[in-house]
């Protein structure tokens, strides 16, 4: 019979949750309530929501994905979550909601004697060279101090507008600029000193 390790560590990525796709958001609530538990940790890293506009967005969908998560927090199993292109907008009060922590991008972890890198994968996409300014653009923290400001309703349209944008911008877009470069791979793994990497987006 084969031995189950006593250490389990779990990854997702770019599950892009959203109500227009209950059963996806089902699948994952089960994940969450069953094969999950008993785990010694689950890392999210990024694109967990389509969109996420805010911490204070009503979004009951998107409020029962945080309140399981919390439950398996509670449970035991640290949770990790780090910011994807879709949801960049998580905050400390996301963090408290879901008892976890938030994490930067990249981050390296040791997994069994060994340094890995994690990260959410679009920085390393660097041959698409208007999705990296729109990115930095994003990113600032002026940018983003301006965005939360503005109502919730304001928010979800400039998210819907940013996703119609998006799939635009990947219809035109050869698919091997838009993947990781191997070249940032590499210029990644001598950064920090890491010959391994666990990444989502692509």
Same mark, same amino acid.
């Given at each position: 019979?084969?031995?189950?390790?006593?250490?389990?560590?779990?990854?997702?990525?770019?599950?892009?949750?959203?109500?227009?796709?209950?059963?996806?958001?089902?699948?994952?609530?089960?994940?969450?309530?069953?094969?999950?538990?008993?785990?010694?940790?689950?890392?999210?890293?990024?694109?967990?929501?389509?969109?996420?506009?805010?911490?204070?967005? *009503?979004?009951? &969908? +998107?409020?029962?994905?945080?309140? %399981?998560? #919390? $439950?398996?927090?509670?449970?035991?199993?640290?949770?990790? !979550?780090?910011?994807?292109?879709?949801?960049?907008?998580?905050?400390?009060?996301?963090?408290?909601?879901?008892?976890?922590?938030?994490?930067?991008?990249?981050?390296?972890?040791?997994?069994?004697?060994?340094?890995?890198?994690?990260?959410?994968?679009?920085?390393?996409?660097?041959?698409?060279?208007?999705?990296?300014?729109?990115?930095?653009?994003?990113?600032?923290?002026?940018?983003?101090?301006?965005?939360?400001?503005? *109502?919730?309703? &304001? +928010?979800?349209?400039?998210?819907? %507008?940013? #996703? $119609?944008?998006?799939?635009?911008?990947?219809?035109?877009? !050869?698919?091997?600029?838009?993947?990781?470069?191997?070249?940032?791979?590499?210029?990644?793994?001598?950064?920090?000193?890491?010959?391994?990497?666990?990444?989502?987006?692509?």
């Amino acid at each position: 019979m084969a031995r189950i390790p006593s250490v389990r560590h779990l990854f997702v990525s770019d599950l892009h949750l959203d109500a227009s796709a209950p059963a996806t958001i089902e699948a994952f609530l089960r994940f969450l309530s069953g094969e999950a538990r008993g785990a010694t940790s689950l890392h999210i890293l990024g694109d967990l929501f389509e969109t996420w506009i805010g911490d204070d967005d *009503p979004d009951p &969908a +998107r409020d029962r994905v945080c309140q %399981a998560l #919390r $439950a398996l927090a509670d449970s035991g199993v640290a949770v990790y !979550a780090m910011q994807g292109n879709r949801d960049f907008l998580y905050g400390e009060a996301f963090e408290r909601r879901i008892g976890g922590t938030l994490v930067s991008d990249p981050s390296v972890v040791t997994l069994f004697g060994e340094r890995v890198l994690l990260t959410h994968g679009d920085l390393l996409c660097t041959g698409d060279a208007a999705y990296q300014e729109l990115r930095t653009t994003v990113r600032d923290p002026r940018f983003r101090d301006r965005v939360l400001k503005l *109502p919730v309703d &304001a +928010r979800q349209l400039l998210a819907n %507008a940013a #996703r $119609a944008g998006s799939k635009a911008h990947t219809r035109a877009t !050869a698919a091997n600029i838009m993947d990781v470069t191997p070249s940032a791979v590499v210029a990644a793994f001598e950064a920090t000193g890491t010959l391994k990497m666990i990444h989502g987006h692509t």
